[in-house]
Nanobody, 121 residues
């Protein structure tokens, strides 16, 4: 069992930046970030493979967000730049013991509790 804890959320003005962290209680493999805005379904944001050598992004965040990992710290980051009001959501990280990139929420096994990101206009 892996515990994930997200942090780094908060309130930021449009155009600003935030860095989210996802700290794991143990070794993590493939990791993804998802978000859920009020009244909307959970949405894929970004994912990294177990090695960190491959990443993938949702079109809505491509060029603005960057996912990275520090396996020595069992932590994955989501750097979010040029934030927009439509990025407002609760952001979740998830992990699965797999070798590929996973973009569907039902492919992940362990989830964090989420961190709120609010972008004001």
């Amino acid at each position: 069992q892996v515990r994930l804890v997200e942090s780094g959320g908060g309130l930021v003005q449009a155009g600003g930046s935030l860095r989210l962290s996802c700290a794991a209680s143990g070794r993590i493999y493939a990791v993804g970030w998802f978000r859920r805005a009020p009244g909307k379904v959970r949405e894929f944001v970004a994912a990294t493979s177990w090695s960190g050598g491959s990443t993938i992004y949702a079109d809505s965040v491509k060029g603005r967000f960057s996912i990275s990992r520090d396996d020595a710290k069992n932590t994955v980051y989501l750097q979010m730049n040029s934030l927009k009001p439509e990025d407002t959501a609760v952001y979740y990280c998830a992990t699965v013991d797999g070798s590929y990139l996973y973009t569907r929420w039902d492919e992940y096994e362990y989830w964090g509790q989420g961190t709120q990101v609010t972008v004001s206009s």
